[in-house]
């Protein structure tokens, strides 16, 4: 499958040169493993892959033995491998990285060879377990992987022209016309399938929502048992958190509470099951600012937050219950626009997902107030891609129904009048311009 990732994997072999390496991080079941053999074989002469997860004796015992060899662990590399290295025309790829962690921190001098290039791929990779006896290198380049975003997906049903044309509006400020109701019939299909690869590809093999409903089964039974492997200590308080997600957002109000999940529980019981699950790449967290500003991060309420999945289509399978909700029939409502619950809660997720993988950090205000007047909460915060000396912040709102108000995001102009940019309402309706807003329809949230 097409995925951007591998144009960065293409500007990082022109431009370093082997002078540092990658590491391709993101949640299992993202396409890393995939994507980094694809480029392998497209880019260069020869390969090596490494995958801890299924090595053989014999090349464990390379790794054990002469890791910190660096002539006789090439040598040994490629007589047990039966593949031969190129100067500067190969690569080495360590597939899931974190199952051996010498590997990681051998990357230091084997950079400093200079004679291949060098890929590590994982998921947890910045789990403590899997950092905790080894010196991270410097020589080393983090690289996210996220779920497939729209545009891709897009790729993947065999469609070039749709999302040009949807930029060219959104750049233009346009409406989409006619063609936009065809765009929500896509969107909606990319939103309950999901960014994962193996549900995109049933989803291309079968057109049943259904099937592709047990892939992404499948993909949440794999996440339960990564939480049961490598969680040490906290495991219920973490499988407690992950199964009250769905409860928090399904919410009008979607801050995390954790007294949802335990009676006076505090944060600081409940903070490493938070980043676990954050470090792992299940969830996104959106962080409460107390003012917005540029470097957001600065003013971040750490315990005020919520917490979205990482993946919208697997948001669906694990909140709805099939006893509930029977597959086919729930996915029709989804896709007819005729579900009776909060559809809130998957518009805020994919959006939450989309403004992720366009390299935005998610981020909202929250001002509580026992004057209605002076309450209010927006979605998210966005800065503009060109900072100046005021005005840098774009308040951004999300409305999954026809008829909305927007009084929050109105009382936020009125109280930081130098810091608001443009306002943007996301909606299931066309791009329109009124009274100072843009009214963007959801499928143009990458375009922020």
Not at 376 to 391: G, Q, R, S, Y
Request: glycine letters at 6%; proline letters at 3%; one cysteine or more.
């Amino acid at each position: 499958m097409k995925r951007k990732i591998y144009g960065d994997l293409l500007k990082w072999k022109n431009e370093e040169r082997g002078a540092v390496a990658l590491l391709v991080e993101g949640a299992r079941r993202v396409g890393k493993s995939y994507v980094v053999e694809e480029f392998a074989k497209n880019e260069y002469k020869s390969y090596i892959l490494v995958d801890f997860a299924h090595i053989g004796k014999a090349l464990k015992a390379v790794f054990d033995e002469y890791l910190n060899e660096t002539d006789l662990f090439l040598m040994y590399l490629q007589n047990v491998t039966g593949v031969q290295l190129h100067e500067r025309e190969s690569l080495i790829i360590f597939d899931e990285v974190q199952l051996y962690p010498m590997a990681r921190q051998a990357i230091k001098h084997l950079v400093a060879d200079g004679r291949y290039d060098y890929i590590e791929t994982g998921s947890l990779v910045s789990i403590n377990e899997n950092t905790a006896d080894i010196l991270i290198p410097s020589e080393e380049r983090s690289l996210q992987m996220n779920p497939m975003d729209f545009e891709e997906f897009l790729w993947a049903i065999g469609d070039e022209m749709t999302w040009p044309f949807v930029k060219h509006c959104f750049d233009n400020q346009l409406s989409m016309g006619p063609m936009h109701r065809k765009v929500m019939t896509l969107f909606r299909q990319y939103l309950i399938v999901g960014g994962m690869p193996q549900a995109v590809v049933k989803f291309i093999e079968t057109g049943n929502f259904q099937q592709v409903d047990v892939v992404k089964r499948d993909i949440l039974s794999l996440y339960h048992k990564s939480i049961d492997k490598h969680v040490k200590g906290y495991t219920e308080k973490v499988k407690a958190v992950w199964e009250q997600i769905p409860g928090e957002l399904q919410k009008h109000e979607k801050k995390f509470k954790l007294a949802d999940v335990e009676s006076g529980a505090r944060y600081r019981s409940y903070e490493s099951s938070f980043m676990w699950l954050k470090d792992a790449r299940f969830v996104n967290v959106c962080y409460n600012v107390t003012e917005p500003q540029v470097g957001m991060k600065l003013k971040r309420d750490a315990q005020t937050f919520k917490c979205y999945m990482g993946d919208t289509g697997l948001l669906i399978a694990h909140a709805f219950d099939e006893k509930q909700v029977q597959g086919e029939e729930l996915y029709q409502k989804l896709m007819l626009d005729k579900l009776e619950l909060n559809e809130g809660m998957l518009v805020e997720n994919i959006v939450a997902q989309m403004l992720v993988a366009s390299g935005h950090s998610l981020y909202f205000y929250s001002k509580n107030s026992e004057v209605s007047g002076n309450r209010m909460e927006i979605d998210f915060l966005v800065e503009k891609p060109t900072l100046t000396n005021a005005h840098n912040i774009c308040p951004v709102e999300v409305k999954s129904g026809k008829n909305y108000t927007f009084s929050s995001i109105e009382k936020f102009r009125n109280r930081f009048p130098n810091q608001v940019h443009i306002p943007y309402i996301i909606h299931c309706m066309d791009y329109k311009e009124q009274s100072g807003y843009r009214f963007i329809p959801i499928y143009m949230t990458p375009l922020l």
